[in-house]
């Protein structure tokens, strides 16, 4: 959860109540915040041994971005508590009709394809503003931004740049200005030398150090306004004199770039000259596609009346339940041609309202968890274990009294783990891939058990031999036919290291699982159900030292026979071995325990 710091003198007035801790640490915890820290309850001293201003340091939850500042929490409790309505935010043409443009060049697209933009006329900074103007960018960059990864904001004195802008992709050599706060005007490679061991702007060089282009935004006259994601320039810095706030955000992801830049806008149109209006930006992309940014209207969502109250063991009318959303920033109405149905408009800074459910939680927080009636559920239910756990218990217990000890890997691991590791070629139709992975050990969920015990005796192969392990547990596979296109499948997995093979080893202790699982051994040309084992050429496994598992079994489900082949076992070849930096022979085996259950 992030923290945020207030000034409570601030905040306080702006609540128009001085509250003790207890009191306000009640008042967070009514409107589903908390109160980390009360700073006035210690002593504090500057660096100059002056009394510092007491702060509230105010734990959010991570998915409401509209809290990440002082402004968002103080508007929020205001009208919580009834001292102000929800603001209406509203987009404003300039005077003269004619909006600003961004321009986005199609080299963009090789590094981050999308930009949205918007600018704060006669906007009033005081240097507490200011700070929490930085403030907030900083909590998004770490928050939704994911690190400035899938998107960056550039704030800019309008005054000092002059539009249409460009939004640009160029080499490394041909970019040239003085960055922020610096003297020396440096050309791309020169910043990234620049800023390599800074603490602050070093982590971020990442994103765009190996391309080839750098994202650039220039003014009309080629001055260099930022180079995204890393740093602005000094000609358009942001002063406390700064009077109209141009706003650019370039992203990898367009959707989070319009969260942030409306949760920016919604959260500092407050101290413009006409409060809450945000004047928009053009962006014109190379298809031609012309799109006008923020989008500020808020969208509509729907919920039932009865399932609010189902779930909250109310007995609340519409109109009721339109007042306590009221309080959240909800704009709500009933239905008109649907009384048990409410209407709410979501304003644009509230991203984190996606289901009926999330409507249901606001009703509850207005309407108070405390006072929320007790009661027992109207149903009785019997728990118990689904039958692949169960199952899967049984497995793990077995291991264990052969011997071997119970390892948990992460289920993420990088791509070469996945398949070049173990001699397996990427059909690309399998494998789970992260869009964004945040390094390079997590790019695919894993689709076999096996590196991630490989991994494990690898940490540990200092130990006496043989080493003896096993997994029970999930993978992940792509599955078109579902929902959500992918499905988890559980695994048996042990491995044995020692100063030989120990085929035997691993042979016998599948004989012993499988006469656990009451499977028997049956003959390949037969009709009788159970498994067989079968020579097969696995380029994980040695040549001539591995065998496939089959199975014919009846699918409890439809009734119907099946035979397929559900794992494998064999003494790994040399080169996977060395992959994974194991020093003696070893042996694995690996099965899909589902058609068991």
């Not at 409401?64 to 500042?69: G, I, S, V």
């Not at 400035?148 to 080499?171: C, K, V």
């Amino acid at each position: 959860m992030p923290t945020v710091s207030v000034d409570k003198q601030r905040l306080f007035e702006a609540l128009e109540r001085n509250y003790t801790s207890e009191e306000f640490n009640e008042l967070c915890f009514r409107f589903g915040i908390e109160l980390e820290e009360d700073t006035s309850e210690r002593e504090a001293d500057d660096e100059n041994g002056v009394p510092e201003r007491p702060e509230l340091k105010i734990d959010i939850p991570a998915n409401r971005y509209d809290l990440l500042c002082e402004e968002g929490i103080s508007r929020a409790l205001r009208i919580f508590e009834g001292k102000m309505d929800a603001p209406n935010y509203r987009l404003v043409k300039p005077a003269g009709g004619q909006l600003e443009k961004i321009i986005v060049k199609p080299e963009t697209a090789q590094i981050r394809p999308y930009v949205v933009g918007a600018i704060l006329r006669n906007i009033t900074f005081t240097q507490e503003r200011y700070q929490s103007f930085i403030d907030l960018q900083d909590k998004l960059h770490n928050n939704i931004c994911r690190k400035r990864t899938l998107a960056s904001m550039g704030t800019h004195d309008l005054d000092t740049i002059q539009g249409p802008f460009t939004y640009e992709a160029l080499p490394h050599k041909d970019i040239k200005f003085i960055p922020l706060n610096q003297t020396k005007e440096v050309d791309g490679d020169e910043l990234m030398e620049l800023y390599d061991s800074d603490k602050h702007l070093g982590k971020f060089l990442h994103i765009i150090r190996d391309s080839p282009v750098y994202p650039v935004v220039f003014d009309a006259n080629r001055t260099v306004c930022s180079l995204p994601p890393i740093i602005n320039s000094e000609h358009s810095k942001i002063k406390l004199s700064t009077k109209n706030v141009f706003i650019e955000i370039t992203s990898t992801d367009e959707h989070k770039s319009n969260i942030v830049l409306n949760i920016l806008c919604a959260m500092f149109s407050e101290y413009c000259a006409e409060p809450f209006t945000v004047e928009p930006v053009e962006i014109v992309y190379p298809d031609g596609r012309v799109e006008q940014t923020p989008k500020l209207d808020p969208w509509r969502a729907t919920a039932k009346v009865d399932y609010i109250n189902s779930c909250t063991a109310l007995d609340l009318p519409g109109d009721e339940i339109c007042k306590l959303l009221e309080k959240m920033t909800l704009a709500a109405k009933v239905n008109p041609d649907d009384k048990n149905e409410v209407l709410v408009d979501v304003p644009p800074t509230r991203w984190d309202i996606l289901h009926a459910a999330d409507i249901m939680e606001d009703v509850a927080i207005s309407y108070g968890y405390d006072n929320l009636p007790r009661k027992m559920p109207g149903v009785n239910t019997v728990a118990s274990a689904l039958p692949t756990n169960k199952l899967s218990d049984h497995v793990r217990r077995e291991l264990a009294m052969s011997a071997f000890t119970e390892v948990a890997p992460l289920i993420l691991c990088s791509h070469d783990e996945n398949f070049k590791f173990l001699n397996r070629v990427d059909d690309n139709t399998t494998a789970i891939k992260l869009a964004n992975p945040k390094t390079a050990e997590y790019q695919v969920v894993r689709t076999s058990l096996l590196p991630g015990v490989l991994k494990t005796i690898n940490s540990n192969k200092k130990l006496p031999l043989p080493i003896k392990v096993f997994e029970v547990s999930d993978i992940g596979l792509k599955d078109e036919s579902r929902e959500r296109r992918t499905r988890n499948e559980r695994h048996v997995c042990a491995a044995y290291m020692s100063k030989t093979s120990g085929f035997e080893v691993i042979h016998g202790l599948l004989n012993r699982l499988m006469e656990m699982l009451n499977t028997h051994l049956v003959a390949k040309d037969g009709n009788a159900l159970g498994y067989w084992i079968q020579e097969s050429e696995n380029p994980t496994y040695f040549p001539g030292r591995s065998a496939d598992i089959h199975l014919r079994y009846v699918n409890e489900e439809t009734g119907e026979r099946k035979q397929e082949i559900v794992g494998s076992f064999g003494v790994l070849h040399p080169t996977v071995l060395e992959n994974f930096e194991l020093t003696h022979p070893t042996t694995a085996l690996e099965f899909n325990l589902e058609p068991f259950v």
